[in-house]
């Protein structure tokens, strides 16, 4: 509950009226009572500011309030603006926060937000309706393209090609390796990268390092604890780049990697 009191107020600090501050309360609010009561689920409207804009997102609950913690409060992809970004990939873009944030700050830039759970992609739509640079794309980046099972889970931060628990759900949904996806959408290079799919990054990295080579910055999540690799796996594979890790928890870590 601390950590959960935590990631409210201080996204509460950034809310940009008083509708959105009360809606945190009763986000609050309603994950205590739904410990002891059967609550439907519910969603909730709110703004933030950020870089002098007021950006909208729809949240469910204390999961979707911890996305736009770690993106806007904790800041956890940000980095040194490159200029004349063209592409930006989205992999994970989970209710879209990370991808108004990229389309915050490159306006002029295409952002494809790429996201395989169902009901997730639904509150990307959502999200990202407004926002005119963001493309949402239902699938997961794979090694092929085709069909893969993908395991939804309650928390909008841990759905996987992993299953890691038994309330996991397993859903088909669509995949395509980057080099189709970027055949698809008429697109000879990707200036930024950002990954965040819970194990699955091994695979797009083992994958797809030759169209990933032709990107300018790549920052993400790496899960050697999900995927049970080692984390500098990944890290050997940036020949070219400049790379910084920063510790997440646990094993985890976010990789940027700049030309």
Do not use: W
Not at 15 to 25: E, G
Not at 32 to 50: A, E, G, V, W, Y
Not at 208 to 225: A, F, T
């Amino acid at each position: 509950m601390i950590s959960s009191l935590r990631v409210a107020f201080s996204v509460f600090y950034i809310t940009s009226n008083i509708h959105s501050k009360l809606f945190i309360f009763f986000v609050l609010l309603h994950a205590f009572i739904r410990k002891f009561f059967p609550l439907k689920p519910r969603s909730f409207d709110i703004s933030i500011r950020f870089g002098g804009n007021i950006l909208f997102f729809n949240i469910r609950g204390i999961a979707d309030l911890a996305a736009l913690y770690e993106v806007f409060v904790k800041k956890e992809y940000e980095f040194e603006t490159l200029s004349e970004v063209r592409v930006i990939v989205d992999l994970g873009a989970n209710i879209g926060d990370t991808a108004v944030y990229f389309a915050s700050m490159y306006p002029n830039a295409r952002v494809y937000a790429i996201e395989a759970d169902p009901a997730i992609f639904e509150v990307l739509k959502m999200n990202t309706l407004s926002v005119k640079n963001i493309t949402p794309v239902f699938g997961a980046i794979s090694s092929y393209t085709g069909s893969l099972d993908f395991f939804v889970n309650a928390s909008s931060l841990s759905g996987s090609v992993f299953e890691r628990n038994g309330t996991s759900k397993k859903v088909s949904v669509p995949c395509f390796s980057l080099k189709d996806f970027m055949n698809r959408q008429g697109v000879s290079m990707v200036d930024i990268i950002k990954f965040d799919i819970e194990g699955g990054e091994y695979e797009f990295f083992d994958s797809s390092m030759n169209d990933i080579q032709k990107s300018r910055l790549l920052i993400g999540e790496v899960h050697p604890d999900i995927a049970g690799r080692a984390g500098d796996d990944i890290v050997k594979k940036l020949n070219g780049f400049h790379v910084i890790k920063t510790p997440t928890h646990g094993e985890r870590f976010i990789i940027t990697a700049k030309k």
